[in-house]
């Protein structure tokens, strides 16, 4: 079931103009960064997909991150709470599948192994900055 987001987990931006007479200019709106981290997280720990975990690497490799509070908030809306133990299940799943998942999308697929690590060293660090997992 999709959630509609608040207005300080959004950002806006305006695209002056399209390629569609109809539609001369538009506004869009995403998720902002650090909620988008927060809710891949999240997905990683309640799917186990390696979609979710490629998507938690990818953003923790261009510096964005979320407070521990924010992944706390995601994960209650799901009635789960966020561990150290829930993330590794997460991470495990997700390495099983791997290759296969993301191999027809992918074309060449990064090391699971190297993934996994900066996906834990990542999310541990947040869990660090709050309180004890």
């Known amino acids: 079931m999709e959630r509609p987001a608040d207005a300080a987990s959004t950002e806006e931006a305006l ?6 007479a109809d539609v001369p200019q538009l506004v869009l709106r995403a998720l902002a960064p650090e909620h988008l981290f927060a809710e891949k997280a999240r997905a990683l720990i309640v799917r186990g997909t390696p979609r979710d975990m490629y998507d938690v690497h990818f953003l923790a490799a261009r510096g964005v991150r979320c407070s521990r ?37 992918l074309g060449q697929v990064p090391p699971v192994r190297r993934v996994a690590a900066d996906v834990r060293a990542a999310i541990r660090a947040i869990a660090g900055a709050g309180r004890g997992a």
């Open 15 to 20: 695209v002056p103009r399209t390629l569609h």
């Open 69 to 105: 509070a924010l992944l706390d908030a995601k994960m209650a809306l799901y009635g789960r709470r966020f561990t150290l133990r829930e993330l590794d299940a997460g991470v495990r799943a997700a390495g099983r599948a791997w290759a296969r998942d993301l191999g027809p999308l």
